[in-house]
């Protein structure tokens, strides 16, 4: 696997802070892998199918504009540092696990109740922090978290609504 450039041992590492809301080291970060994401996007993919939901365009755009938008206003905003699209479709689609969990419950479960929806907010929650605390610690910019975090929420909710409709 090492020839392909896949790194199971860094895929292993990124989903466990992820799920355990552990800090990553910044070095983690620098080496950008799409492994881990492809894998959770058709993961996220094949769980909606399951549950007779056909979106596999929709993934696909929202993650590319998604992906180019927040790259453009990361980019923007860093004063001191830049990232590739690259890295930027990488963390992205590394903080989507949660989301994919939540697909993985929608097989079994609907979203139209207040659990369902306590449910949908955490997770949208959960991947907002993951990505904007691994792009805080790579740009550098800890007095802009909130500003990082609003247009990557959005692109996360606009995921699980994928997940609930």
């Not at 990124?14 to 552990?22: E, R």
């Not at 540092?81 to 939540?102: F, H, K, M, N, Q």
Request: contains cysteine; proline residues 4%; hydrophobic residues 50%.
């Amino acid at each position: 696997m090492e020839e392909l450039g896949i790194n199971p041992d860094h895929i292993k590492q990124k989903t466990i802070s992820i799920l355990t809301f552990k800090h990553v080291d910044e070095r983690l970060l620098e080496d950008p892998d799409m492994a881990g994401p492809f894998l959770y996007v058709l993961i996220f993919g094949g769980l909606l199918l399951l549950a007779g939901k056909v979106h596999f365009g929709a993934i696909y755009g929202f993650g590319v504009m998604g992906s180019i938008g927040i790259f453009t206003v990361l980019n923007l905003m860093s004063q001191s540092r830049e990232i590739d699209l690259y890295r930027t479709v990488s963390i992205l689609g590394y903080a989507l696990l949660p989301i994919v969990i939540l697909s993985a419950i929608g097989v079994f479960m609907r979203f139209n109740n207040p659990v369902g929806m306590l449910l949908v907010v955490l997770s949208v929650c959960w991947s907002t922090y993951t990505a904007t605390s691994f792009f805080e610690t790579l740009l550098e910019l800890k007095d802009q978290r909130w500003l990082i975090s609003y247009p990557i929420g959005l692109l996360y909710a606009c995921f699980t609504l994928l997940a609930i409709f």
